[in-house]
């Protein structure tokens, strides 16, 4: 097991694997799994800042990719439960549309928004563009901004160590 677990790490190490990393990272975070892709790219991005806006479109096809995933998730979980029983559509969602779907980069809502995007079977083109819109103005945004703050900038949010 232990070899397994070195292994799987060892994949994952940014040296080897920097943007089949970000791709599979991006990917995880954009599902119902607690996770955050942001520090691995910022940390690509610093240590190959020429690959700066092929790392920002990897994290964005993957994220978007996740997010994909997500929708038929909710797609194919409204097919289940029609056969049941009649389901009741939220409201707001649908008014928005797929417009809605920009916002899916948000932390805690933003991938169960993906899933109640497929559940509605709001139009699956559209919602993917808005998806990845969305999700590549966040990865613009944070990656430049830990791109600007000063090495080092997060020791001052650490204690202090004795």
Same mark, same amino acid.
């Given at each position: 097991m232990e070899s397994l677990l070195t292994s799987l790490f060892a +994949?994952?190490?940014?040296?080897d694997n920097g943007l089949p990393t970000i791709f599979g990272v991006a990917f995880v975070s954009a599902t119902l799994l607690p996770m955050g892709s942001e520090p691995v790219l910022a940390t690509f991005v610093k240590l190959n800042p020429e690959q700066?806006?092929?790392?920002?479109a990897t994290a964005t096809a993957g994220n978007t990719l996740g997010g994909v995933v997500t929708y038929w998730l909710g797609y194919g979980a409204h097919e289940a439960v029609a056969?049941?029983?009649q389901t009741r559509y939220l409201g707001w969602l649908q008014r928005f549309g797929p417009k809605a779907l920009f916002f899916s980069f948000l932390p805690v809502v933003?991938?169960?928004l993906c899933a109640v995007a497929g559940w509605l079977k709001l139009p699956f083109l559209k919602s993917v563009g808005w998806m990845a819109l969305g999700k590549a103005l966040r990865y613009v945004l944070m990656t430049g901004g830990l791109? +600007?703050?000063?090495?080092g900038w997060w020791e001052a949010l650490l204690?202090?160590?004795?």
């Open positions: +994949w994952f190490s940014l040296d700066l806006w092929v790392a920002i056969r049941h029983r933003g991938d169960p791109l +600007w703050l000063p090495d204690p202090p160590y004795e």
